[in-house]
C-alpha cells in the first residue's frame, strides 16, 4: 500500500498507517481513540512530521489486525533501513521550543562551524568526494536556521570538556570554534551553556543525546546516536530517566559564567599552538 516515491521512512509509515486507516473505514480521531492516543497525534504521524512511537506501531497492529507489521516496519526506520532517518529528527527539532542536548565528544551540529563540521564529515567518510562532504556540512549548517528565528527554541546545550579539547580539524578550526560558541552565548542568546569539566569525574551518562520539549499537548522525544543511525524515542519512562540526567549533568557542570571563562582560556590556547 505504500507509494514508492516517499521520502522519509516516518512519511512512509504515515502512508501506510493512512492507507490501514482508510481501508477500515476509520476517522483520524477514531484511530487515536483506539490506540489511545489523539487525533492531532494521528496526523502528525500520517503527515511525516513524526516518526510513530513503538507503542503507537503495536496499538496499530492490534487496531487493523496486523500482527507486527506496523512494528516491524518502524524497528526497521530506526535501524536505519532507509537512508534519510534523520528526517523525522529534523523536523522534530523545526517545531521544539526547549532543546536539552549533553555533547560528551563532539560539540553538537546546531552549534558547529563549517569547518569543524567538514572535518568531522571527512574523518567519518573519507571516501566521499569533496563535493558530497560540502553537501553534508551545508545542510548540517542550514539546520542552525532553526536559532534565527523570531521565535527560536531555547536550548540548553551541556559539553563535556573533551569537545573543547580533542583537537577536531586542527588548531585553527578549533580556535575559531570555540570563538563561535562565545559569539552564541550574548546577551539575547536564548542559548546556555555549561561545560562539564574533568574535574568533576564520572558523567551522570557517558554518550550524547537530545531532548526535545514542544509546549503543546505533543509529548516530548529522546533523541540518541547509534552505530550508524539515530534513534527517537517518546517512551514516558525513558524520557524521565533522560531528564533525570541531563538534570545531574548540568548540576554537575560549571556555571554559565564559568564555562565561558573556561572555553575562553581554550580558545586562547589553540589560538596559541596555531601560531607556533
Request: glycine letters at 6%; one cysteine or more.
Amino acid at each position: 500500500m505504500a507509494d514508492d516515491k516517499l521520502e522519509t521512512g516516518a512519511e512512509y509509515f504515515g502512508m501506510e498507517v493512512r492507507a490501514w486507516r482508510t481501508l477500515k473505514g476509520m476517522s483520524q480521531r477514531e484511530l487515536g481513540k483506539a490506540a489511545q492516543y489523539g487525533q492531532q497525534y494521528v496526523a502528525k504521524v500520517e503527515a511525516g512530521e513524526r516518526l510513530a512511537s513503538a507503542e503507537f506501531a503495536r496499538s496499530c497492529d492490534a487496531v487493523f489486525g496486523t500482527p507486527e507489521t506496523f512494528a516491524r516496519l518502524r524497528r526497521r526506520i530506526v535501524q536505519g533501513a532507509f537512508a534519510d532517518w534523520f528526517e523525522p529528527y529534523k523536523k522534530l527539532e523545526r517545531r521544539a521550543t526547549v532543546i536539552l542536548d549533553y555533547s560528551s565528544t563532539l560539540i553538537m551540529g546546531l552549534l558547529q562551524t563549517e569547518d569543524y563540521a567538514h572535518a568531522i564529515f571527512r574523518k567519518a567518510h573519507p571516501c566521499d568526494s569533496l563535493h558530497v562532504t560540502a553537501e553534508k556540512v551545508e545542510r548540517r549548517i542550514n539546520r542552525q536556521q532553526i536559532l534565527r528565528t523570531d521565535n527560536p527554541p531555547l536550548l540548553w546545550v551541556v559539553l563535556d570538556e573533551s569537545c573543547l579539547r580533542r583537537p577536531i580539524g586542527g588548531p585553527r578550526v578549533m580556535a575559531e570554534q570555540l570563538a563561535y560558541l562565545l559569539d552564541q552565548c550574548g546577551p539575547s542568546s536564548t542559548l546556555t551553556l555549561q561545560v562539564l569539566p574533568f574535574a568533576s569525574g564520572t558523567p551522570a551518562w557517558p554518550i550524547p543525546f537530545a531532548i526535545m520539549e514542544f509546549g503543546t499537548d505533543e509529548s516530548d522525544v529522546l533523541y540518541q546516536d547509534n552505530m550508524n543511525t539515530g534513534q527517537i524515542v517518546d517512551d514516558a519512562e525513558r524520557l524521565a530517566q533522560a531528564k533525570l540526567f541531563f538534570d545531574r549533568l548540568r548540576a554537575d557542570a560549571l556555571s554559565p559564567d564559568a564555562s565561558q571563562a573556561l572555553i575562553r582560556k581554550v580558545m586562547e590556547e589553540w589560538t596559541h599552538e596555531q601560531g607556533t
